[in-house]
């Protein structure tokens, strides 16, 4: 089992539409999770980092974790076709030097 | 991703060449690692240093695969006599104090083995 699960894509919706993107974990430890925004040939953006359970909102976007069941979700309110892009979870225990660990990441197009 | 210097953007190499990736970190980091994202597949972890330590090189290939930070200059990534499957998009990241909720990549380089 990979430590990080990440809902295979390709995903593509209407503009305005909201949008759910998920992970699983397997690795207790994890503590901090983000959420990484990237577009094509470019580098990983942050978009998103909560610290254990609960939910965090940030504009369109709210992370959610739920440690109980290992699971992670970003969620995209009113998307738009600037959206468009590869999300990437990740994932590090608590601590100074952690490494992060990613999930595959999942393609989002938005149609206009 | 401001701030993070990562260069040569791409890279062609000839199978056997050596191919060196270097990596300035943002104003103030002193905390970089090394990622690695092939064709199809997620970021996977490489190295983490600190200046002129290397504190995890669990990802790092055993052979050919080498990293330094050193006190001045940048970080370098280099990649010994270079097969095709080294073929991939390799980023850089920084962070002010190593923990994860400040980690900050840079534009990556893209390395193609011929």
């Known amino acids: 089992q990979k430590e990080v699960e990440q809902d295979p894509g390709p995903l593509s919706v209407p503009e305005g539409a909201i949008v759910s993107l998920n992970c699983t974990y397997s690795?207790?430890?994890?503590?901090?999770f983000m959420w990484y925004r990237q577009y094509s040939r470019k580098g990983p953006e942050l978009l998103m980092y909560t610290y254990s359970s609960g939910n965090k909102e940030d504009g369109r976007f709210t992370a959610q974790v739920d440690k109980s069941s290992k699971y992670i979700s970003l969620f995209i309110r009113d998307s738009q076709p600037s959206d468009s892009a590869t999300y990437l979870c990740a994932m590090t225990a608590t601590g100074a030097n952690s490494k992060l660990t990613f999930g595959k990441g999942i393609t989002l197009s938005v149609r206009p | 991703n401001a701030g993070v210097m990562q260069n040569p953007r791409h890279l062609v190499r000839r199978r056997g060449q050596e191919a060196r990736l270097r990596c300035s970190p943002m104003k103030g980091h002193s905390h970089v690692y090394w990622y690695r994202q092939l064709p199809e597949e997620g970021l996977k972890f490489m190295v983490y240093?600190?200046?002129?330590?290397?504190?995890?090189e669990s990802g790092m290939p055993k052979e050919r695969f080498s990293a330094e930070f050193p006190k001045e200059g940048p970080s370098i990534l280099r990649i010994q006599q270079v097969v095709r499957g080294d073929s991939a998009a390799y980023f850089c990241?920084?962070?002010?104090?190593?923990?994860?909720?400040?980690?900050?990549f840079g534009e990556g380089s893209w390395l193609t083995v011929v």
């Open positions: 690795n207790s430890a994890f503590q901090y």
């Open positions: 240093l600190q200046k002129e330590n290397i504190i995890d």
């Open positions: 990241a920084s962070s002010p104090q190593g923990m994860g909720n400040t980690i900050y």
